[in-house]
């Protein structure tokens, strides 16, 4: 499959990565209809379990008038790549997480996210710089949602997030740095 070199999609989101029931999905898409904004919906990942899955697809038949498309699977990288350069936001609606690798790729492919307003995305947003990671608290909602996709559009074109801190390089050498220190603890 070739990756998708279009343009970004308006009014387009993404959720993707392991479909887990504490990640959020089935409400995300409950809330879409309540965005002005949001043309569409795609959700990308495999599903922990046939529950999850069963919920998810219930969730979006019973709202017909929505567009979301389901890829219910484990998805190359290719067409993980594709979704990320189509979409205009990645929404991530974690109930609760201590970290996420879909927050970091999202970001590794310019993409901005919309995550739950808790210390370990704040400390994120500090890192990579304004308009990159978007924090809402509370309830996730269209409003919430529209107020996202407004600020991505209104940002425009900007540089990338900085993530250098993350480079294989920086981290070698920081964990290089914390061995030494450890074993001079023990001299």
Same mark, same amino acid.
């Given at each position: 499959m070739k990756p998708y070199s279009g343009p970004v999609l308006p009014g387009e +989101?993404?959720?993707? %990565?392991?479909?887990? #029931?504490?990640?959020g999905v089935v409400n995300l898409t409950t809330v879409i209809s309540q965005s002005v904004l949001t043309r569409k919906l795609t959700i990308a990942g495999a599903p922990s379990d046939a529950a999850i899955a069963?919920?998810?697809?219930a969730s979006v038949r019973t709202r017909p008038e929505q567009s979301v498309s389901l890829h219910l699977r484990f998805m190359s990288e290719d067409e993980l790549a594709g979704h990320l350069h189509r979409c205009e936001l990645v929404v991530l609606p974690y109930e609760r997480v201590d970290n996420s690798g879909s927050v970091l790729m999202a970001l590794s492919m310019c993409r901005p996210v919309l995550v739950?307003?808790?210390p370990v995305f704040e400390r994120l947003a500090t890192e990579v710089g304004p308009n990159w990671v978007l924090m809402y608290s509370g309830a996730l909602t269209g409003v919430v949602l529209d107020d996202a996709l407004r600020t991505v559009r209104s940002a425009g074109k900007v540089q990338g997030p900085l993530l250098d801190r993350r480079s294989w390089q920086?981290? %070698? +050498?920081?964990? /290089?740095?914390?061995? /030494?220190? /450890? /074993?001079?603890? #023990?001299?």
């Open positions: +989101i993404l959720f993707f %990565g392991q479909l887990r #029931r504490y990640k069963s919920e998810i697809t739950p307003r808790i920086t981290t %070698g +050498i920081e964990h /290089a740095q914390v061995f /030494a220190s /450890a /074993a001079s603890m #023990r001299s």
